[in-house]
């Protein structure tokens, strides 16, 4: 069941269509100094976001898997991704998954350590984390 409730959809900007959501969610990243690349969607149905609480959510026509090449890392999209968006960070994160070796893992946290570190760490439930230079994120 989806956790975008009629509630939460009631009080958060919403805006459709591939083109205006690729270019608004460009926007939110850099609003919340994450990088541009970090939320590589394709055929977007459908963005919101509720700015009092930072809730935001993205549906997708189809589940994607998308390597960023300079951190040689695989992660999966779900057709909905959510979580809280913070300065530097989105928490409490659904759809998302990095494979490890064999393995995909679930990913519920993403963090940016400002400078001079300039490293973005995603964190698994259990609490294991791994750390890649911002740079590897950007678009």
């Given at each position: 069941?989806?956790?975008?409730?009629?509630?939460i959809?009631?009080?958060?900007?919403?805006?459709?269509?591939?083109d205006?959501?690729?270019?608004?969610?460009?926007s939110?990243?850099?609003?919340?100094?994450?990088?541009?690349g970090?939320?590589?969607?394709?055929?977007?149905e459908?963005l919101g976001?509720?700015?009092?609480?930072?809730?935001?959510?993205?549906?997708q026509k189809?589940?994607?898997?998308?390597?960023?090449e300079?951190?040689?890392?695989?992660?999966?999209y779900?057709?909905?991704?959510t979580?809280?968006?913070?300065k530097?960070?989105?928490?409490?994160m659904?759809?998302?998954?990095?494979?490890?070796v064999?393995?995909?893992?679930?990913?519920?946290?993403?963090?940016?350590?400002?400078?001079?570190?300039?490293?973005?760490?995603?964190?698994?439930?259990?609490?294991?984390?791994?750390?890649?230079?911002?740079?590897?994120?950007?678009?």
């Open positions: 069941m989806s956790p975008v409730t009629p509630e959809r009631a009080s958060a900007e919403i805006v459709t269509g591939n205006i959501c690729k270019a608004k969610i460009q939110l990243l850099s609003e919340y100094e994450l990088p541009s970090l939320l590589p969607a394709e055929d977007i459908e976001c509720v700015k009092d609480t930072g809730f935001m959510w993205l549906k189809k589940d994607i898997v998308h390597k960023f300079k951190a040689s890392k695989q992660v999966s779900a057709t909905e991704v979580g809280l968006v913070e530097c960070k989105i928490k409490k659904t759809g998302i998954k990095s494979k490890e064999f393995i995909w893992i679930t990913v519920n946290e993403v963090f940016v350590d400002g400078p001079p570190a300039n490293k973005i760490t995603m964190k698994t439930p259990t609490g294991i984390s791994k750390s890649f230079p911002k740079a590897a994120f950007e678009a």
